[in-house]
């Protein structure tokens, strides 16, 4: 019984930490990262090297990011972690402290394109003769 309850805390745990989450664009805006805001995905330069060429792409819709240079990569606590160099608590606490905009960590119920939680599409069948050969009959065995 006492392994129930504490499963439904930390369920309930998490989900108070994701709702909590601040938006990748606050945690941008914070380290003064050159990006275009009106643009929902982009390069900009990294945060956490010198980079000449921008080479830190983002997609602010689904809060994730991605250094191409340094190979590093995450949401928006990832970056707080790897730039202040501290733990997952750390960051909390310096998002929590900083006042950054946070969002739905979850998206509600939209769908993400190539993601499991997406779905599968569904392929019509088709109403074609296909004797072994996938349908398709070149040219010039056509009749």
Not at 13 to 39: C, G, M, S
Not at 59 to 72: A, P, Q, T, V, Y
Not at 100 to 115: E, K, N, P, V
Request: hydrophobic fraction near 30%.
């Amino acid at each position: 019984m006492d392994a129930a309850v504490n499963l439904s805390r930390l369920r309930n745990d998490f989900e108070d930490q994701e709702h909590e989450k601040p938006t990748l664009a606050a945690v941008l805006d914070h380290y003064e990262i050159d990006y275009n805001p009106e643009r929902t995905t982009g390069m900009a330069p990294c945060p956490l090297h010198e980079d000449n060429t921008p080479s830190f792409s983002y997609h602010l819709d689904r809060g994730l990011w991605k250094c191409h240079s340094c190979g590093e990569g995450g949401d928006s606590y990832t970056l707080i972690m790897k730039k202040e160099k501290t733990t997952f608590a750390g960051a909390r606490t310096l998002a929590a402290s900083l006042a950054l905009a946070t969002g739905d960590a979850g998206g509600g119920d939209r769908r993400l394109s190539g993601s499991a939680y997406g779905g599968r599409r569904s392929v019509p069948s088709r109403a074609r003769d296909h004797r072994g050969r996938g349908g398709y009959v070149p040219a010039w065995r056509r009749s």
